[in-house]
């Protein structure tokens, strides 16, 4: 599956941004998606990742409560939902899929990747 993803940008502290990934190629239905992100300097970490319908959805502990991830079967896009950003949040944003679990939170677990999307907030 081809993924492509969108929406990032600046914004300052405390607000908000969604992110978008479009995907094509195959049944996108048939995939887990995952949202990881790149700071500079720093390993690819998980942010979130949901299940095949949408039913499920998992997120580091770190944006908890902040970020929603959600998906559209019928549009093949997936979704991050960013709000209360704060600076630690910079990062190269990235979507991914995986025909493994939805618990997975490992990149080496996910087969797919979109070209990334810089977030930069400001303090």
């Known amino acids: 599956v081809q993924l492509q993803a969108s929406g990032g940008g600046l914004v300052q502290a405390g607000g908000s941004l969604r992110l978008s990934c479009a995907a094509s190629g195959r049944t996108f239905s048939n995939y887990v998606m995952g949202w990881f992100r790149q700071a500079p300097g720093k390993e690819r970490e998980f942010v979130a990742s949901i299940s095949w319908s949408g039913g499920m959805t998992y997120y580091a502990e770190s944006v908890k409560g902040r970020f929603t991830i959600s998906r559209d079967n019928a549009k093949n896009t997936v979704s991050l939902q960013m709000n209360s950003l704060k600076p630690e949040d910079t990062a190269v944003y990235y979507c991914?899929?995986?025909?493994?679990?939805?618990?997975?939170?490992?990149?080496?677990?996910?087969?797919?990747w979109g070209q990334g999307t810089l977030v930069t907030v400001s303090s």
């Open positions: 991914a899929a995986t025909t493994g679990s939805p618990r997975s939170r490992e990149a080496a677990d996910f087969g797919s």
